[in-house]
């Protein structure tokens, strides 16, 4: 999409220290969205989210401080912080989807806590 070849070259310093076998969000990007989490979490709505009390992957019921915020599409895949890709998640499907996903812990992210990326796509048909 880019009609300019010259901006190509500073993307790849931005990306600098990924894995290479997927292509990660930017920096700015993942810092961003992370920011976002940061406040969302504060929000009335994902209290509201939370007194629900439901894992939004094995629908197991759970007290709100059993929950964890998870984005449906990780932001370090490009995914936003926005309602429509925010659900709760509860401890035992947050650390299963760590194993599965161990380049997560290489990324650079965390600096938010206890925030957690996901990589399933296959839950997503809600909307
Ligand atoms: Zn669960």
């Known amino acids: 999409m880019s009609m300019y070849d010259e901006?190509?070259?500073?993307?790849d310093e931005m990306s600098e220290g990924s894995m290479d076998?997927?292509?990660?969000a930017d920096d700015e990007h993942v810092a961003r969205e992370k920011r976002k989490a940061a406040e969302l979490r504060k929000s009335q709505w994902w209290k509201n989210?939370?007194?629900k009390g439901k894992c939004h992957y094995c629908g197991g019921r759970f007290k709100p401080s059993e929950l964890t915020m998870d984005h449906i599409l990780p932001?370090?895949?490009?995914?936003?912080?926005r309602k429509s890709n925010v659900v709760t998640c509860c401890k035992a499907c947050n650390s299963k989807k760590k194993y599965l996903l161990p380049v997560e812990m290489n990324a650079g992210i965390g600096v938010a806590?206890?925030?957690?990326?996901?990589?399933?796509d296959n839950s997503k048909k809600d909307n």
């Open 75 to 81: 932001i370090i895949r490009g995914g936003f912080t």
């Open 49 to 51: 989210e939370l007194a």
């Open 7 to 11: 901006q190509d070259d500073m993307a």
């Open 21 to 24: 076998f997927f292509i990660p």
């Open 113 to 120: 806590g206890r925030e957690s990326n996901e990589s399933t």
